[in-house]
């Protein structure tokens, strides 16, 4: 996959896809075969050990600290690029506090350009569904991923939100983002993805720019009886 | 104003330095030293139970640990007791961090049944090892500490001593929680998956907050040899750990506060209650499963939140901003 | 779960009143081949009892992913309601069925009262409920019947039965034959009836389980009834040899507990091998090592599985 891109995974439900971010994520350790990333095999690796080359995700079913504040939430991600162990913070060293703020700052910064700055106290588990996915996405982001995985981002999200999610998504492109795709609302996808990969039973069917996807005679087999529009 | 006057350090540090001007008899102060050895154990207790969500139910063995480490090694007089004190700190510490490494890489149940084996463990060696411990009829004559020259052996001298630990303890944890260990250390009770999705090393994690509740219940144990003087098994048995445990759900999960509250009261009430001590068994119980089985988030938190809502639905409900 | 010590010496150091062969110690040589086979008995005993406990936590485990930590108590209960009963009217077989059965009724309420309505399901605050539940069972056990031990005559006599070298009592053998029977009981549930098929579906997958039609809240409630009765019968079978005693429940528990992970948690044959093997060994080592420790072995061997093969010695179920 070639970097500052976005390429979209779709296929029927039982494809395969969720499992596919599974093993990339090192949650699921492949039988066979091997992930590479940035030239270096990340197969068998702990999921922790993943997400720590830059690798981050979203779940498909949102997965928020719902104990903790949005902005709780967000300074969590900045997990990855920080380093202040156990005891320089509960000592309060200058430099776990030069740290922390640092945090707080940038987790404020990601939430005001996602609109959640208004909620940053409130527990997370308070959020509409909505600004759930999008507090989940940008927890994300916080740890300024080199890849990121979006796991059905779009599903529970009303047609604004699910544009704004669009726009979101081709912005971090711009920044040079790699971004990976499940998706089951294809005008999303379409609208963002550079390359689409079609799964089915595991099996790639597929792989090429929306256009020639739309057309693919497999793909239309293999969505028969699916609402298709494009 | 107001909020200065409310700042909870301010009048933590207020009641420490005022009660010892309301109480005289020195048997009070040695209630209050062991409340606030008990809350050095609960505040331990908690950071693991309440924010990382793993439970022990075994801490009392940490707490003999530090406390019979201490004991045996200053009663026969070889070795000075603040260095006791430090060498308590490692053996427990190196006790929960060889068990923890195996089964913190398991679920919740494991941890919990590991823990209570170990307490019937060190409950047993404590009772067995004769040579060392004095056994069932517990070990006599332990010194107490002197700081600099002037010894700490009256409950009221001590009671400074111990109330300094509790205040530092109390700020070392809350700060703790607030950090970005503490924040990782949250975010892996609510979900585990989406903290290891975000590069926290989550069996790492659990391991160190393990070893940290076992140090600060072995700080406790030490402080308690030299308080009492004297340290016997029954005090280190498995419903010692059951009551800390009670403690902590008394006082609320993932409540700092609480831990100090909790301890309190559970120390306190069977000093006065003639029935508490009598039902004692049965009431921790009771308390255990009420609480949890109504009130998850702690008593305290519990009853506010019930009040909370309660105001809310007659004010009308405003979400704050 | 408690263990309150002030007035009494604890479990491991109260000797039991049962096969206690010659001086601890031995070396093994032909000459004292005795004494290996009477630890072996003894081992076997036990861990026979350890098993039904272990299926006891298997059971639950598989219905509700629960550790039940309230299990050992109803060992207790079992010893102690069948001693009452038997004493109010002296006839084993009336004392046995009736202790099981009180002791159900006990799992039942168990899980009704304190599992059932419980908001948040998160493990920590299912551990914390059993717990309190089993502090709570046993503090109500110790107003009850106090701080002393009860006996409960043997089911067939106390003449020793000779064996080779070894002797035993027979309630050894009602303690095996009885708990061979239930476990050949318990199979033949689960593999033929349809309630028993239905458990085992549960077990695989509750959610499919639930869209088939099985109703799992009367599957978990079921699970806590029949762990019960098991941890009651194996309670009374061991009583006549141990004595019955308000806190004899939490070593019994942690020992069936570590029964069943040496097995593998939720594996009936498992549990069963697990229980056999982690009696047999706490009988050698507490002969041949040390009496005082006996308790620690259990532990120990947890320890040493968990580390080295959490899945259990049996496989199943990774």
């Not at chain 1, 700055?117 to 507090?135: F, I």
């Amino acid at each position: 996959m070639p970097p500052g891109r976005v390429k979209a995974v779709i296929g029927p439900n039982g494809a395969g896809k969720t499992t596919l971010f599974n093993l990339v994520t090192g949650f699921l350790i492949p039988d066979a075969g091997r992930i590479l990333s940035l030239g270096a095999e990340i197969q068998g690796e702990p999921a922790h050990a993943t997400a720590a080359r830059g690798i981050a995700r979203t779940f498909q079913l949102v997965q928020l600290f719902d104990h903790l504040t949005v902005l709780e939430n967000v300074m969590v991600g900045r997990h990855r690029l920080t380093r202040a162990g156990m005891l320089a913070g509960a000592l309060r060293l200058p430099r776990a506090r030069r740290e922390d703020a640092a945090i707080r700052r940038d987790a404020w910064e990601a939430l005001e350009m996602v609109g959640l700055a208004v909620r940053a106290h409130q527990p997370a588990a308070a959020l509409p569904l909505g600004l759930k996915r999008l507090l989940e996405i940008a927890r994300a982001l916080a740890a300024q991923p080199i890849l990121l995985l979006l796991d059905e981002p779009a599903s529970g999200l009303d047609p604004v939100e699910t544009e704004r999610l669009g726009e979101m998504i081709l912005d971090l492109k711009a920044r040079g983002v790699t971004v990976l795709l499940v998706e089951h609302d294809m005008s999303l996808t379409m609208e963002v993805a550079d390359d689409i990969a079609v799964l089915n039973y595991g099996r790639l069917i597929a792989e090429g720019p929306p256009r020639a996807i739309q057309r693919h005679p497999e793909v239309i087999a293999a969505y028969l009886g699916t609402d298709w529009q494009g | 104003m107001t909020r200065l006057l409310l700042n909870p350090w301010l009048l933590f540090a207020a009641g420490v330095l005022l009660v010892p001007q309301a109480v005289t008899n020195q048997y009070y102060f040695t209630l209050l030293n062991i409340i606030g050895i008990h809350t050095i154990l609960v505040v331990g207790l908690n950071l693991l139970m309440g924010y990382a969500g793993q439970i022990s139910l075994g801490h009392a063995a940490f707490f003999g640990l530090g406390a019979y480490t201490s004991g045996i090694l200053t009663a026969a007089g070889v070795v000075n007791p603040w260095l006791a004190l430090l060498l308590g700190l490692v053996v427990s510490g190196s006790a929960a961090f060889l068990i923890g490494i195996p089964v913190l890489k398991l679920r919740g149940y494991y941890l919990a049944m590991a823990t209570l084996g170990f307490g019937v463990i060190i409950f047993i060696v404590l009772v067995q090892g004769h040579r060392f411990t004095g056994g069932p009829s517990g070990l006599h004559g332990i010194p107490s500490l002197s700081l600099g020259g002037f010894p700490l052996d009256t409950p009221f001298r001590l009671y400074f001593l111990v109330w300094t630990c509790v205040g530092l303890l109390l700020a070392f944890s809350a700060n703790l929680v607030d950090s970005r260990v503490g924040r990782a250390l949250r975010a892996l009770h609510d979900s585990e998956t989406a903290a290891q999705s975000l590069a926290v090393h989550t069996a790492r994690l659990k391991l160190q907050i393990f070893v940290l509740s076992a140090l600060y219940a072995s700080l406790a144990g030490s402080l308690y040899a030299h308080t009492l003087n004297f340290i016997a098994p029954s005090s280190f048995d498995i419903m010692f750990s059951i009551k800390l445990v009670t403690m902590v759900v008394v006082g609320g999960m993932a409540s700092i506060w609480g831990s100090l509250l909790g301890a309190a009261t559970l120390t306190v009430l069977p000093e006065f209650l003639a029935f508490f001590q009598e039902f004692e068994v049965v009431i921790y119980g009771a308390i255990l499963m009420v609480v949890m089985i109504f009130l998850p988030r702690g008593l305290v938190r519990g009853l506010m939140d019930l009040w909370e809502r309660r105001h809310r639905l007659t004010e009308g409900g405003t979400t704050p901003g | 779960m408690v263990g309150d010590n002030r007035r009494r010496p604890p479990l491991s150091c109260r000797r039991r009143p049962y096969l206690r062969p010659g001086p601890e110690g031995h070396a093994i040589t032909v000459d004292n081949f005795g004494p290996l086979l009477q630890y072996l008995v003894s081992g076997l005993t036990n861990g026979a009892i350890y098993a039904l406990i272990a299926l006891g936590f298997g059971i639950i485990y598989n219905a509700t992913t629960i550790i039940n930590f309230a299990q050992g108590e109803m060992v207790m209960l079992g010893a102690l309601c069948a001693i009452s009963l038997y004493q109010l009217y002296p006839s084993l077989p009336l004392a046995f069925v009736g202790g099981v059965a009180l002791v159900t009724v006990a799992g039942l309420l168990l899980e009704r009262l304190a599992l059932r309505p419980a908001r948040d399901v998160s493990p920590i605050t299912l551990i914390i409920i059993t717990v309190g539940g089993a502090v709570f069972i046993k503090g109500l056990a110790m107003s009850f019947w106090g701080k002393e031990a009860y006996t409960l005559p043997p089911f067939s006599g106390s003449t020793p039965l000779h064996l080779g070298p070894a002797t035993m009592m027979p309630q050894n053998l009602w303690v095996l034959g009885v708990g061979a029977l239930v476990v050949a009981l318990l199979e033949a549930f689960f593999r033929l009836t349809l309630a028993g098929k239905a458990m085992r579906a549960c077990a695989y997958n509750q959610r499919a389980a639930r869209l088939v039609g099985i109703p799992a809240s009367r599957m978990v409630q079921f699970s806590f009834g029949l762990s019960a009765a098991l941890g009651a019968a194996g309670g009374i079978l061991i009583a006549p040899l141990t004595l019955g005693v308000y806190d004899m429940g939490t070593m019994l528990g942690l020992k069936g507990f570590c029964a069943a992970i040496l097995g593998g948690l939720g594996s009936s044959l498992g549990g069963v091998l697990g229980g056999l093997l982690l009696g047999v060994a706490e009988s050698l080592a507490s002969g041949l090592i040390s009496s005082g420790y006996r308790d620690a072995v259990a532990f120990f061997i947890l320890l040493v599985v968990l580390f080295w093969r959490p899945q259990g010695l049996v496989g199943g179920r990774g």
